[in-house]
């Protein structure tokens, strides 16, 4: 099972940011934070990922809370293509089965003009 | 240009009539895996290979095989196709499966078995 809680859905207006909000409260420390997103039936793209500080890339920027127990991603500028289905996964540091992918429901964000 | 390929994209076929889904990636990745998706279950990995003839199951390998023979390819094969394997199908790579690898993803591969 999934070791974090997303909201089904949001909307967000164009130009705008997104905050996509992602409890992960049983993480432990040696665990990452991925975001992966899936346009409409297009591969799985990588967004960011983070341990214990902020992250920020030419995609997202990443906020982790400081006991790590919840973190957001932030679409500094949203656009119409970033209407997708978001994916906050926890892996661990370390190699191993466990660091496969699970994949939960994830978040539908609908960017709207 | 790093990638992940999958061939065919699109593929329409019959009960029982055996297909081999290739994948292929180009960045010397030890680790590879295979998900299917399907409406309402999301996102199942299937297979997986930690290295060249190192597979293991995933969550749902009843009815798939697989093999590494070599380390960029990673082919899905069905020897007996059925109804409930239609589905859209994506092969996956990173570098190895510790945390700090991201893994990519191909395009996909929407198969329909009649």
């Known amino acids: 099972d999934a070791k974090t809680t997303q909201p089904p859905s949001m909307d967000c207006a164009e130009g705008r940011a997104a905050n996509l909000p992602c409890n992960h409260s049983?993480?432990?420390?040696?665990?990452?934070v991925y975001w992966y997103r899936q346009i409409h039936s297009q591969g799985p793209q990588y967004i960011i990922h983070?341990?214990?500080n902020n992250e920020t890339n030419e995609m997202a920027s990443l906020i982790i809370t400081e006991d790590r127990k919840s973190s957001t991603l932030i679409l500094p500028h949203a656009t119409l293509r970033d209407t997708a289905v978001y994916y906050c996964?926890?892996?661990?540091?370390?190699?191993?089965?466990?660091?496969?992918?699970?994949f939960g429901k994830g978040t539908k964000l609908s960017v709207k003009p | 240009e790093a990638q992940v390929t999958q061939n065919p994209r699109y593929l329409i076929t019959v009960t029982g009539k055996k297909l081999t889904v290739t994948c292929s990636q180009n960045?010397?990745?030890?680790?590879m895996s295979w998900y299917r998706q399907d409406p309402g279950l999301g996102l199942r990995q299937i297979y997986y290979?930690?290295?060249?003839?190192?597979?293991d199951k995933g969550d749902v390998p009843e009815g798939y095989k697989v093999s590494r023979k070599e380390k960029r390819n990673f082919p899905l094969i069905l020897e007996s196709p059925s109804p409930n394997q239609t589905s859209l199908y994506f092969c996956?790579?990173?570098?190895?499966?510790?945390?700090?690898?991201?893994?990519?993803f191909g395009p996909g591969t929407r198969l329909t078995v009649l």
């Open positions: 960045m010397n990745h030890e680790y």
């Open positions: 049983t993480i432990s420390g040696n665990e990452y």
């Open positions: 290979s930690m290295n060249v003839e190192v597979t």
């Open positions: 996964i926890v892996r661990p540091l370390y190699g191993g089965s466990q660091g496969n992918l699970i």
């Open positions: 983070g341990l214990k």
């Open positions: 996956a790579s990173s570098l190895t499966l510790a945390g700090g690898d991201t893994q990519y």
